[in-house]
């Protein structure tokens, strides 16, 4: 007997140095995370990145002309944008891809009016949304366009007329809007409106651990389940846009056009407490469109919804028995 309880007591001090080792690695892999922006800050519209603590901020993309609506690659190592580089003086916008180092700036498509990138999980390909000249000659929504990562093979997705594509955790969905949120498979075919309701939607971000999606609903931020049920609005104040959510799912960054009259600010907010920070910018520049990554990535597994620490707590336990 006192050998079973000797070797519950050694299981159990294993564990719970293992728990508070996890737990510390967690938070310092948290302090290192970073956001991707668009900001002013030297003058012109460029991305920059900066670690979530507002320390060791740099600028990625210099040029005279503007680039903004920054997303990470999967491993950290490239930033995908919207820029009108390829024609400064005509509102024409191409996706761009760049080293995160701001080396190697590369056009990866030629529409007229591409924008709003994101990534595969496995990082192998790009959606976006593009845009048409009907024969009226106005601008209307061409759709929803996947490419290889190095603008190669692109589709136009059947069914999905809309905008702004978010990419599903687990690479087999994509939502995108038109006024009401919508689904439909990587590969294109069997769309499926989530959403019914009077409040006009933009710019979905899928949540790290499937779960949730988040959205600017009539310039605030809300979040949905990811089968469309129970909405919930995060911020009260108007003028809240842009969200992207942290790699622990637990919080959104996005950025805000009320909250001070002066410029525009990233704040963030908890999901569960619908607590509001703001990020520790330079309050004299206006800065907006945050892309959240850790290069590294967190123990989260795709759409299991599970911290893999626990598989590793249960491995753990069980080579002790």
Same mark, same amino acid.
């Given at each position: 007997m006192s050998y079973n309880? &000797?070797?519950?007591?050694?299981?159990?001090?294993?564990i719970s140095l293992f728990i508070q080792t996890m737990l510390a690695?967690?938070?310092?892999?948290?302090?290192?995370?970073?956001?991707?922006?668009? =900001?002013?800050h030297d003058g012109n519209i460029d991305i920059y990145v900066m670690n979530i603590d507002g320390k060791n901020r740099r600028r990625v993309t210099v040029s005279p002309a503007r680039d903004w609506l920054p997303a990470w690659s999967p491993d950290g190592k490239k930033i995908a944008f919207v820029s009108n580089r390829n024609n400064v003086d005509v509102d024409h916008t191409q996706i761009w891809v760049? /080293?995160?180092?701001?080396?190697?700036?590369?056009?990866?498509?030629?529409?007229?009016?591409?924008?709003?990138?994101?990534? &595969?999980p496995d990082g192998t390909k790009i959606v976006y949304d593009t845009v048409r000249v009907p024969e009226d000659h106005h601008l209307a929504p061409g759709g929803i366009t996947v490419m290889d990562a190095d603008g190669k093979d692109k589709r136009l997705l059947k069914d999905a007329r809309g905008l702004h594509p978010s990419w599903s955790p687990d690479g087999k969905r994509i939502v995108y809007t038109n006024g009401q949120l919508y689904v439909i498979d990587a590969e294109g075919g069997n769309p499926k409106r989530l959403t019914k309701d009077f409040v006009h939607k933009r710019l979905p971000s899928w949540s790290p651990d499937g779960r949730?999606?988040?959205?600017?609903?009539? =310039?605030?931020?809300?979040?949905? /389940?990811?089968?469309?049920?129970?909405?919930?609005?995060?911020?009260? =104040?108007?003028?809240?846009?842009?969200?992207?959510?942290?790699?622990? =799912?637990?919080?959104?960054?996005?950025?805000s056009f009320g909250r001070d009259p002066g410029y525009i600010a990233i704040y963030t907010v908890d999901v569960t407490d619908v607590a509001v920070d703001a990020l520790p910018l330079d309050p004299d520049y206006s800065n907006v469109d945050p892309d959240w990554h850790y290069p590294a990535?967190? &123990?989260? &597994?795709?759409?299991g919804n599970l911290i893999t620490m626990w598989g590793r707590l249960k491995s753990l336990a069980s080579s002790l028995r």
């Open positions: 309880v &000797s070797r519950f007591l050694t299981v159990a001090l294993v690695e967690n938070g310092y892999a948290f302090r290192r995370t970073k956001i991707a922006f668009t =900001s002013r760049i /080293d995160a180092d701001g080396k190697n700036p590369i056009r990866l498509t030629d529409g007229l009016v591409d924008s709003n990138p994101d990534w &595969s949730s999606i988040a959205f600017d609903g009539n =310039s605030m931020i809300w979040v949905v /389940d990811s089968d469309g049920d129970n909405p919930r609005q995060l911020t009260k =104040s108007a003028s809240n846009t842009h969200p992207t959510w942290s790699p622990d =799912s637990e919080l959104i960054a996005f950025h990535g967190l &123990s989260v &597994s795709p759409e």
